[in-house]
């Protein structure tokens, strides 16, 4: 999320790489799109997140999965700190015991620390979930909890831009049965609308439908166009 003075951003990254050995070839591809739009009266925001990637060689896919998450913003009164968050996600990963993930939630977003250099974010959710799992042909429906500190430093000189979100998603009904979701991305201007940026996902699932821990991650480094629109004077 940006600050207020923002009031349309679309970031959009792309990535595609082909390399082939006496016949033994590897290609990946990525492709991420992020938009956030604000309400002339700044108390609602509209964010959609996309991604999609592929990692495959002629033999097996070392990545196959996509994720696309909507989420509804509303400030709470006059209150400059809470607000409310409603969201819908789907999400597919061919590698995983859980191959496809669908859920909805609400919770509240609190700002606990907002200047021109550092902003910091708590967030808590109610989820209801659908997931399927082809590997062992069950679909199971949970109610789980959603909890998210989310950091942002930008520094002025360099224009270095740091964002690290961290969530904690256990089962209301079983604690310990968890999922753990981390994003860092690190941009630097580069020419006009475009960045240097690098990004890096991590997902555990610590109790999955065999009984047993998975995890996934990527790193990728590559370019970020970038679209902003502001309309009002700077306001964190």
């Given at each position: 999320?940006?600050?207020?003075?923002?009031?349309?951003?679309?970031?959009?990254?792309?990535?595609?790489?082909?390399?082939?050995?006496?016949?033994?070839?590897?290609y990946?591809?990525?492709?991420?799109?992020?938009?956030?739009?604000?309400?002339?009266?700044?108390?609602?925001?509209?964010?959609?997140?996309?991604?999609?990637?592929?990692?495959?060689?002629?033999d097996?896919?070392?990545?196959?999965?996509?994720?696309?998450?909507?989420?509804?913003?509303?400030?709470?009164?006059?209150?400059?700190?809470?607000?409310?968050?409603?969201?819908?996600?789907d999400?597919?990963?061919?590698?995983?015991?859980?191959?496809?993930?669908?859920?909805?939630?609400?919770?509240?977003?609190?700002?606990?620390?907002?200047?021109?250099?550092?902003?910091?974010?708590?967030?808590?959710?109610?989820?209801?979930?659908?997931?399927?799992?082809?590997?062992?042909?069950?679909?199971?429906?949970?109610?789980?909890?959603?909890?998210?500190?989310?950091?942002?430093?930008?520094?002025?000189?360099?224009?270095?831009?740091?964002?690290?979100?961290?969530?904690?998603?256990?089962?209301?009904?079983?604690?310990?049965?968890?999922?753990?979701?981390?994003?860092?991305?690190?941009?630097?201007?580069?020419?006009?609308?475009?960045?240097?940026?690098?990004?890096?996902n991590?997902?555990?699932?610590?109790?999955?439908?065999?009984?047993k821990?998975?995890?996934?991650?990527?790193?990728?480094?590559?370019?970020?166009?970038?679209?902003?629109?502001?309309?009002?004077?700077?306001?964190?």
């Amino acid at each position: 999320m940006q600050t207020d003075s923002t009031r349309f951003v679309l970031n959009s990254d792309f990535l595609f790489n082909y390399s082939n050995t006496d016949g033994t070839y590897i290609y990946r591809f990525n492709l991420s799109l992020n938009t956030q739009y604000k309400t002339k009266n700044l108390k609602n925001t509209f964010f959609f997140s996309g991604n999609s990637e592929l990692i495959r060689s002629q033999d097996q896919d070392f990545q196959n999965g996509w994720f696309i998450h909507f989420r509804y913003n509303r400030k709470l009164g006059e209150s400059e700190k809470l607000r409310l968050e409603a969201f819908i996600q789907d999400q597919n990963n061919a590698l995983l015991s859980i191959n496809s993930r669908n859920l909805v939630g609400l919770g509240l977003r609190y700002k606990l620390a907002s200047n021109d250099v550092f902003q910091a974010y708590l967030g808590n959710s109610y989820m209801y979930e659908k997931e399927v799992s082809d590997e062992v042909n069950q679909n199971y429906y949970n109610h789980r909890n959603s909890s998210y500190v989310s950091l942002a430093l930008r520094l002025p000189k360099s224009e270095l831009q740091l964002v690290n979100t961290v969530y904690f998603q256990p089962l209301y009904a079983d604690i310990s049965n968890f999922r753990v979701l981390e994003q860092f991305k690190a941009e630097v201007p580069l020419l006009g609308n475009f960045k240097v940026s690098t990004l890096f996902n991590y997902f555990y699932n610590n109790v999955n439908p065999l009984g047993k821990s998975e995890f996934t991650s990527s790193l990728s480094v590559g370019l970020t166009f970038v679209m902003e629109k502001k309309l009002f004077p700077s306001k964190i």
